[in-house]
C-alpha cells in the first residue's frame, strides 16, 4: 500500500537535458508519458513540469540550478529513488502552495461534488491524489457518507468541513488525513474507525477543549487526543464498533461490548488507568442505537463515554465511571 503524497527532494544542478533524460523518458518509456506545461504559475525561482500518464498518474516537477522538487502519484522515475522524502508542511511554502493549487484544480475536475469543501478538500488531498488511494477515499466519502448511516453525501461533507475549517488539527494535517489509508481497496471498517477520532475531536472542540492528537505515552502507543482546558488535561482514546450486519456480534449492545473490550483488554490495560476511552456508535442505524441507550451497557472500562453523533451535529450518550469532562449527555 503506497503511503500519502509526499515531496522528493533532489538537490544538485538540474537542465533541461537532464530533465527530459532521466524524468519524461523515464516516465514515458515505463507508463507513456505527456510533458506538458503547469496550469498554475510556479514560483519564480523554479522551471515548472506537469507530467500525465496513459494510465491517469500525474507527476508535478519543479526544477533549477541548485535542486529540483518532485510530487507524484506514479511510478517515480530511477533519477530520484534515494532523495529524501518530506510532507506538505516540511517543503518551502511557494513549492508547497503551488502544489497544492496544481492538485486541487486537478482533484475538483475530477470529482467536481467536493470542491464546495474547500478545507476537507485539502486536508484529506495527500490521500484523495494518492497513487493506490485516490478512488477509495473519494469512493467513501461520496457513495459511503464517510461511515454516517442513513445520510447523504452532502450531509457527511457539510459536517466534517465545518469541523475541519476551524482548522485545529491543521497542524496534524499528515498523520490524520492518513489514518484514512491509501489503499486500492475500500476497507469500509478502517475507513469509519479513523472518522470516529473526527468525531471525537468535534466533540472535544464543541464542549470548549483544545485537542493535541497522537499523543505518545510511556508504553510505545500513542493515545488518540490529549485534551486541555484551563490547564488540565485529559487522555481520550477511541474506538468504533461496526453494526450488527457488518459483524459476527448478534445484538448491537454485544458489539458495543466486543469492541470496546477489544481495545480495553489490550492497549488502555498496559497503558494502567487514566484514560477516557470513547465509543462511537455512529456507524448504527436509528434502532440499533435506541438498543444500546436503552441497555447502557458497560465496556469493560471506567472511564467511558458511550455516544452516536449525527452529521447535523445531534449527539446522544451516556458516560461509566466519573468521566473527567464536560459533556453534553
Known sequence: MARPLRFRHAPGRWTEDRVAGQIYRDLDRNLGATRRNPWFKQPD???????????????????????????GNTETPEALWRTEKYNFGTV????STWATRELTAQLHEESPWLEPYPHLSWFFLPVFLSKDGRETTREFFDEHAAGFPDATREEALEFYESFL?????????????????????????????T??????????????????PEIEVSTGHAIDYRAGSGGDAVLVEVTRPTPTGD???????????????TKSEGQL?????????????????????????????????????????????????????????????
Not at 45 to 55: A, L, Q, S, T, V
Open 45 to 71: 525561482r523554479y522551471n515548472g513540469e506537469r507530467f500525465e500518464m496513459d494510465n491517469g498518474d500525474v507527476a508535478l516537477f519543479l526544477w533549477n540550478d541548485d535542486e529540483a522538487y518532485w510530487l
Open 92 to 95: 518551502p511554502d511557494d513549492v
Open 165 to 193: 475549517r476551524t482548522r485545529v488539527l491543521d497542524e496534524w494535517r499528515e498523520v490524520m488525513a492518513g489514518k484514512l489509508g491509501t489503499s486500492e481497496y475500500l476497507d469500509h471498517t478502517r475507513m469509519t474507525a
Open 195 to 212: 472518522m470516529g477520532e473526527f468525531n471525537v475531536g468535534h466533540l472535544l472542540v464543541e464542549a470548549g477543549y483544545e485537542i493535541e
Open 247 to 261: 459483524r459476527r456480534a448478534g445484538t448491537p449492545v454485544a458489539a458495543v461490548r466486543d469492541t470496546a473490550s
Open 269 to 329: 490495560e498496559e497503558h494502567g488507568g487514566g484514560v477516557v476511552l470513547f465509543v462511537d456508535c455512529s456507524s448504527f442505524p436509528d434502532d440499533e442505537w435506541r438498543s444500546v441507550l436503552a441497555e447502557k451497557p458497560e465496556v469493560h472500562h471506567r472511564p467511558a463515554v458511550v455516544f452516536r453523533l449525527r452529521p447535523s451535529g445531534r449527539v446522544e450518550g451516556y458516560t461509566k465511571g466519573s468521566v473527567p469532562l464536560d459533556l453534553p449527555f
